[in-house]
Nanobody, 123 residues
Framework: QVQLVESGGGLVQAGGSLRLSCAAS????????MGWFRQAPGKEREFVAAISWSGSRTYYADSVKGRFTISRDNAKNTVYLQMNKLKPEDTAVYYCAAKTGSNYYSELAYDYWGQGTQVTVSS
């Protein structure tokens, strides 16, 4: 089992920045690739970014490429999502997830999920 707890969400103006953190406990964190997903009201949950277990590979949705950066610190059992140049359409609940499956982009590949943290971007 892996327990995931997100933090760092909040209210920010368009153009601003936030950094989300996801702290993991339980089984060996460095064994898992990690991802961030988000779900806006009335919409399906969507992929945002993912990172391999070593941190050597990262993946991004086109909508956030160039604005968001995913990183991890295996010594601290934490994965981060740095979000810059935020837009109102980035407003959503953001979830981190841990996976053992091969597909980085599909939520079906992820085995463990956090409870989510709200990000609200005002225009």
């Amino acid at each position: 089992q892996v327990q995931l707890v997100e933090s760092g969400g909040g209210l920010v103006q368009a153009g601003g920045s936030l950094r989300l953190s996801c702290a993991a406990s339980g089984r060996t964190f460095s064994s898992y690739a990690m991802g961030w997903f988000r779900q806006a009201p009335g919409k399906e949950r969507e992929f945002v970014a993912a990172i391999s277990w070593s941190g050597s590979r990262t993946y991004y949705a086109d909508s956030v490429k160039g604005r968001f950066t995913i990183s991890r610190d295996n010594a601290k059992n934490t994965v981060y999502l740095q979000m810059n140049k935020l837009k109102p359409e980035d407003t959503a609940v953001y979830y981190c997830a841990a996976k053992t499956g091969s597909n980085y982009y599909s939520e079906l590949a992820y085995d463990y999920w956090g409870q989510g943290t709200q990000v609200t971007v005002s225009s």
